[in-house]
């Protein structure tokens, strides 16, 4: 993995998270009772529509129109997030100027090929990047993370490092009816083909092409009964019963099976550390987040009010 600061990853996972005009009233949201105007709601809107010009997108075609609409959503959002980091590096009164944030926001203006033109881009002003940065550091520098943390973040992480996770190649045929299931599987032993089978009875869309071909996956990637039946089943070897999942029922055909390849922890543990870490941050700064959204009080300009 790519060493990458902690202020890289969370600005654009808090950005993902929250992004960031009709003639109406002169604000477009009150978060907290502190309003935020429309002049910005209508600034980020702009600076969106220049981004999907610049990319060659129609904006006069019906798509373009359609997925602005939940654009405009996502920047309320945005503002509303922008707004509550404010209120709480003000509260908390976080220093800007603090070293750490100074360090962090020099890493991050050095992997950015031209700020000043990603500022723009994104219609933030320089003072919202030092407070993403300093909300970030500041909620989440004393965390820390225990041996066993680091231990279990690299076993759930194999590839990461070197390794390769556990991973079956099969096929499956998918029914509605556990009778359909058996007869199949009678076809099956009486010698007929798995992938016609599968592409004349299966009722999952792809299989008419597929064959039922599900390539290799690893655990976690299926629903659990699919996923238990699949790696406990021998190479070769197809369904003696069908499996039942909320989809239907699955006959299943195992065609290779790849043991775990488990790297050297200790080769890695340094690097595992620091990547522990910096999730263990991550996963801090989205649920200090996520209770201040969850919190807020937020009023909306009649006629920005979210749909839902």
Same mark, same amino acid.
């Given at each position: ?21 009709? /003639?109406? #009233? ?25 981004? @999907?010009?610049? /990319? ?11 997925? +602005? $609409? ?36 020099? $890493? ?7 700020? /000043?033109?990603?500022? =723009? $881009?994104?219609?933030?002003t320089e003072n919202e990047v030092l407070e993403y940065?300093? +909300?970030?550091? @500041? ?8 041996? /066993? =943390?680091?231990?279990?973040? +690299? #076993? ?21 009816? $556990? ?6 599987? =009678? ?46 089943? =021998?190479?070769?070897?197809i369904s003696e019963k069908p499996v039942k999942t909320? +989809? ?17 922890f200790e080769k890695a543990k340094e690097q595992v ?15 200090? @987040? ?19």
């Amino acid at each position: 993995m790519k060493k990458i600061t902690l202020i890289a990853v969370t600005i654009f996972t808090i950005l993902a998270l929250l992004t960031g005009c009709a /003639q109406g #009233e002169d604000f477009a949201v009150k978060v907290n009772d502190q309003a935020v105007p429309r002049e910005l709601y209508e600034t980020k809107l702009k600076a969106i529509k220049k981004y @999907f010009k610049t /990319q060659g997108v129609d904006l006069d075609s019906a798509e373009y129109k359609t997925s +602005f $609409e939940s654009v405009k959503n996502e920047v309320l959002e945005g503002l509303i997030g922008t707004e509550l980091i404010h209120q709480e590096v003000v509260k908390n009164n976080w220093d800007l100027k603090d070293p750490e944030v100074t360090k962090q926001w020099d $890493e991050l203006k050095s992997q950015i090929k031209d700020y /000043q033109a990603w500022l =723009e $881009e994104q219609a933030m002003t320089e003072n919202e990047v030092l407070e993403y940065i300093a +909300f970030t550091y @500041f909620v989440a520098k004393d965390v820390t993370v225990s041996e /066993q =943390e680091i231990k279990q973040f +690299f #076993e759930a992480n194999y590839s990461s490092y070197g390794g390769q996770d556990e991973q079956v190649k099969a096929r499956h045929i998918l029914v509605k009816t $556990e009778e359909e299931a058996l007869a199949i599987i =009678e076809e099956l032993k009486a010698g007929k083909d798995f992938a016609e089978l599968a592409k004349e009875k299966s009722i999952e869309p792809a299989a008419k092409t597929t064959g039922g071909d599900l390539g290799y996956f690893r655990r976690g990637e299926m629903v659990a009964a699919f996923e238990e039946a699949a790696f406990s089943q =021998e190479v070769g070897k197809i369904s003696e019963k069908p499996v039942k999942t909320d +989809f239907g029922y699955h006959i299943i055909l195992v065609e290779d099976h790849k043991e775990a390849i488990v790297p050297d922890f200790e080769k890695a543990k340094e690097q595992v550390a620091e990547h522990t870490l910096l999730y263990a941050k991550n996963q801090k700064v989205q649920s200090y @987040f996520a209770k201040l959204r969850e919190e807020a009080k937020i009023d909306y300009a009649e006629d920005l009010k979210p749909n839902s």
